[in-house]
């Protein structure tokens, strides 16, 4: 069983940062491929960032076209903790943020599918003001 927590989110204006974390409690050294997706109310979860492992570290990422170079994924081993970190926020990043693990194998691999993931945090919620 793995359990996720996110937290981080708020309300912030046009062009703030802001960074989410993810406290992910597993077993120690299981280093799951992790991704952040987030939810709008009337649209469906979207893929946001994503780590890959490759057996001794995280060494891939990708995002989201509409994220790229605005938003950064890392992960601190030390503390299980993803971390999602977003500048120059626009409104449309309006959404509730969530976390997700992979625990099915293969791991050496980047995964961008809802599906694609197996244990889910609760949901933060970050409001970008225009």
């Known amino acids: 069983q793995v359990q996720l927590a996110e937290s981080g989110g708020g309300l912030v204006q046009t062009g703030d940062r802001l960074t989410l974390s993810c406290a992910i409690s597993e077993r120690p050294g299981s280093n799951y491929p992790v991704g952040w997706f987030r939810q709008s109310p009337g649209k469906e979860r979207e893929f946001v960032a994503a780590l890959r492992w490759n057996g001794w570290s995280h060494d891939g990422t990708t995002y989201t076209d509409s994220v790229k170079g605005r938003f950064t994924i890392w992960r601190d081993n030390t503390r299980n903790t993803v971390y999602l970190e977003m500048i120059m926020l626009k409104p449309e990043d309006t959404a509730a943020y969530y976390c997700?693990?992979?625990?099915?194998?293969?791991?050496?691999?980047?995964?961008?599918?809802?599906?694609?993931?197996?244990?889910w945090g609760q949901g933060t919620q970050v409001t970008v003001a225009s």
């Open positions: 997700a693990a992979r625990t099915r194998l293969p791991y050496n691999r980047v995964y961008v599918s809802s599906g694609d993931y197996d244990y």
